[in-house]
């Protein structure tokens, strides 16, 4: 089966400039994530989908972070305005239903300027 | 609460054993997982462990649950260049159960011909 795809794979920006990034999970996955992760750490839940409803969006900064899943499918997540140390790695994974397996995609890394 | 702890580096030589150690905090977790990152690639799901076993055992992977010390750990066999990686334990935590996982911050090991 395809993996779960994330675009871009690299993304440079100005603080204060707003990027998204976009996920398109596995087929037929409930369940999507999209993790943070900053260098040297592990990563870090921001928001938690089941279908297109919110099941945990308790760690997203709301006041400059925001995600969508569409139609129970695709995903992006946006910043703005972006802030130096929201310089990380953005995982998304997605899972076939709650407390099942994980599978992440290859990340995007954002450097903030 | 929710915290996993992790040693930050371990080296090896190859053809030897290596021993990845992690401690969490909630004794309720039901499952128990660890992910292999390699150097600008997501993260890889290796093995896990549901909290009722004490081991399973997966080729050259065995990993080693110590419920009552909340301690797990993960043993690979004649361990391979190819293994150097960043290696991180993760947690679901029983409560509210919405299949979030919880990271420690991950254990590279370093392997030398």
């Known amino acids: 089966e395809a993996g779960v795809a994330q675009s871009p794979r690299y993304k440079i920006i100005e603080k204060r400039q707003s990027v998204a990034f976009w996920c398109n999970p596995i087929s037929g996955h409930a369940t999507l994530y999209w993790y943070q992760q900053i260098l040297g750490q592990g990563p870090k839940l921001l928001i938690q989908?089941?279908?297109?409803?919110?099941?945990?969006d308790s760690q997203l900064p709301k006041d400059r972070f925001s995600a969508e899943r569409l139609k129970g499918v695709d995903s992006t997540l946006k910043i703005q305005p972006a802030k130096l140390e929201d310089s990380a790695v953005y995982l998304c994974a997605s899972s076939p239903r709650e407390t099942s397996g994980y599978t992440f995609g290859s990340g995007t890394r954002l450097t903030v300027v | 609460g929710e915290d996993v702890e992790q040693s930050l580096f371990l080296s090896v030589r190859e053809g030897d054993s290596s021993v990845i150690n992690c401690t969490y905090t909630?004794?309720?977790?039901?499952?128990l997982y660890w992910y292999k990152q390699e150097p600008g690639a997501g993260l890889q799901l290796l093995t896990y462990i549901f909290s009722n076993m004490d081991m399973k055992q997966d080729q050259r992977l065995t990993v080693l649950l110590n419920k009552k010390d909340k301690h797990l750990s993960l043993r690979i066999a004649d361990t391979q260049t190819g293994d150097s990686a960043i290696y991180f334990c993760a947690e679901i935590p029983f409560t509210g159960n919405t299949g979030k996982l919880i990271f420690g911050q991950g254990t590279t090991l370093q392997v030398k011909p």
């Open positions: 909630d004794s309720s977790s039901t499952y």
């Open positions: 989908f089941q279908n297109n409803g919110v099941v945990d």
